[in-house]
């Protein structure tokens, strides 16, 4: 069984992928064996694990056009249990697709489809748009992290989040639930305060109890190219996404609601 989540929020700067680094690593650490795919041409899940983005020849763009198989384009991290399929500035070429193609949105569920995927979980992350990359990760995911910060219009931007998710749902035909992750979260700002209970009036139990705090340790960590987990396991942003990591355990492994790739293939 292979759960795939998506890392997701049409704004860039909101920790998508802090989130996505630091939720495979501690998955990782929990001995689940875990698979990173870059869908940002930023390539920053390789900067943030260490890699030599520049260095790497092939990934998610080849992987995505059919071109490799994914075993030909999994890069091994120094983290026990983590891989990662790296995103390569030519994914940008992808963002516009011509009008000829067909289905350009299912070519990411049709590569993973191709292969028995060997991970127990597989962590999208996605650019800072609703383009055609970050529809290829909806229509490949099971599930949606939406990493939020506390701002002023975080409510609307959410929204239109939750219709493309919606949206996702009727066209690829797959139950695909979400959950809102606060991040760069200060409690003793009044207007994250303000912001965090009204978000968590209107989408209830889609938001993660735990939010993720402001933590020096996390940007220094990203800069270091280790996750925060393992950079500074003591540090209160450390300690966040492993709660918050918990909580994800427990909501893909709610039964009946894990489903392997497999299942796709009779829709
Ligand atoms: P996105 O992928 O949504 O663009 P990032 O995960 O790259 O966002 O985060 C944007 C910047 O903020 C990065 O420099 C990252 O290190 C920093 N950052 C993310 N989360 C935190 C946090 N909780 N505390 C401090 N800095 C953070
Ligand atoms: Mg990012």
């Given at each position: 069984?292979?759960?795939?989540?998506?890392?997701?929020?049409?704004?860039?700067g909101?920790?998508?992928?802090?989130t996505?680094?630091n939720m495979?690593?501690?998955?990782?650490?929990?001995?689940?064996?875990?698979?990173?795919?870059?869908?940002?041409?930023?390539?920053?899940?390789?900067?943030?694990?260490?890699?030599?983005?520049?260095?790497?020849?092939?990934?998610?763009?080849?992987l995505?056009?059919?071109?490799?198989?994914?075993q030909?384009?999994?890069?091994?991290?120094?983290?026990p249990?983590?891989?990662?399929?790296?995103?390569?500035?030519?994914?940008?070429?992808?963002?516009s697709?011509?009008?000829?193609d067909?289905?350009?949105?299912?070519?990411?569920?049709?590569?993973?489809?191709?292969d028995?995927?060997?991970?127990?979980?597989v962590?999208i992350?996605?650019?800072?748009?609703?383009?055609?990359l970050?529809?290829?990760a909806?229509?490949?995911?099971?599930k949606?992290?939406?990493?939020v910060?506390?701002?002023?219009?975080a409510?609307?931007?959410?929204q239109?989040?939750?219709s493309?998710?919606?949206?996702?749902r009727?066209?690829?035909?797959?139950?695909l639930?979400?959950r809102?992750?606060?991040?760069?979260?200060?409690?003793?700002?009044q207007?994250?305060?303000?912001?965090?209970r009204?978000v968590?009036a209107?989408?209830k139990e889609?938001?993660?109890?735990n939010?993720?705090?402001?933590?020096?340790k996390?940007?220094?960590?990203?800069?270091?190219g280790?996750?925060v987990?393992?950079h500074?396991?003591?540090?209160?942003g450390?300690r966040?996404?492993?709660?918050?990591?918990a909580?994800?355990?427990?909501?893909?492994q709610?039964?009946g609601?894990?489903?392997?790739?497999?299942?796709?293939?009779?829709?």
């Open positions: 069984m292979t759960a795939v989540i998506a890392i997701m929020n049409h704004k860039g909101v920790g998508k992928t802090t996505t680094l495979a690593s501690a998955l990782a650490a929990g001995n689940n064996a875990v698979l990173i795919i870059d869908m940002d041409p930023q390539s920053n899940a390789a900067t943030g694990l260490g890699l030599n983005a520049k260095a790497i020849q092939a990934g998610s763009y080849e995505i056009l059919g071109d490799k198989k994914l030909d384009v999994i890069h091994k991290t120094d983290l249990n983590l891989s990662l399929v790296p995103a390569t500035f030519q994914l940008a070429a992808l963002s697709v011509s009008p000829d067909e289905d350009p949105e299912y070519w990411l569920r049709e590569s993973l489809e191709q028995d995927i060997p991970f127990d979980y962590l992350d996605c650019p800072p748009s609703f383009g055609i970050s529809l290829n909806l229509v490949a995911a099971h949606v992290i939406v990493p910060q506390s701002e002023s219009f409510i609307a931007g959410l239109q989040m939750e493309s998710i919606n949206d996702i009727v066209e690829a035909g797959h139950d639930d979400f809102i992750l606060m991040t760069l979260s200060d409690p003793s700002q207007l994250h305060q303000l912001v965090d009204e968590r209107h989408f889609h938001v993660f109890q939010a993720i705090p402001v933590e020096p996390i940007a220094e960590s990203a800069f270091l280790r996750p987990i393992f500074s396991p003591n540090s209160q450390a966040a996404y492993i709660r918050a990591c909580e994800c355990l427990q909501w893909t709610e039964e609601d894990n489903k392997d790739l497999a299942a796709y293939r009779d829709t």
